[in-house]
């Protein structure tokens, strides 16, 4: 069976300040999309894990998907191991979460497959030690996200169509986050607000200032309507109400970007495979 793990657009993304331990607070709403990477899994003898399939950049053992099924392994002690087999359609460093949704999928099925009978909070704090936008997967919602992003609030956003342009770079959150020019101290709002006004991406100018081929694809983007950043990028997005039009900018993308035509998704896809398989939403 392969599992679903999707991708996710910030449709805004507000650094409303820093914490203590120096991470920065955030705002953001989480727009999960039909864009996905695929896994599959097989048992190993006990305490046994390989991976196949990742992205060659990154060793096995720092790949989110095996970091994932040793914390469940060391959590849950359920006797067996497991190969991973990991089909790649989220490109890497481009801030739609793909690192972040594998180790989500991992955890949710590996719950089920092991009966390991975790319950969602304790599948997100595990996956919280492995990054701030694990929780969002597991909770497998779209959503408005606070504090780190792991404060999750499930919101149905309108429904719409996205134009996803991948401009070719990959750009390290680190780099980002830690920026001297980086804007730290916008005012908090609600989702009322957002809901109502819209917001923006405090990384984007940022990212554009360092990233000249992020500023051309937004620019271009930006003739269809407003254009936007997701997460620290690279990748760029328009939103459009019918899929039509949608498609029409699509067909005008130039050639040396890749693209993608995204619907948004109320509840991940990997829900449904789990309650197919009569787990519930998320492994209960």
Known sequence: MAWPAPAKLNLCLLITGRRDDGFHRL???????????????????????SLSGGLHSVPPDQDLCMQAARLLYERCQPGIGAAITLQKNIPFGAGLGGGSSDAATTLLALNHLWRAGLEREQLAGIGLELGADVPLFVLAESAWGEELGERLTPVKWPRRWFLVVNPGVSISTREIFSAPELTRNSTPITI??????GAGNDCESTVRGRYGEVDEALAWLSRFGGSRLSGTGSCVFAAFERRQDAAAAQAEVPDKWSHWLVRGLDTSPVSESLQNLGSGPVGK
């Open 27 to 49: 705002q953001t709403a989480y727009q999960i999309v039909d864009l996905c990477d695929f896994v599959q899994f097989s048992e190993l003898p006990d305490g046994q894990f």
């Open 192 to 197: 009322r607000s957002f809901l109502k006004d």
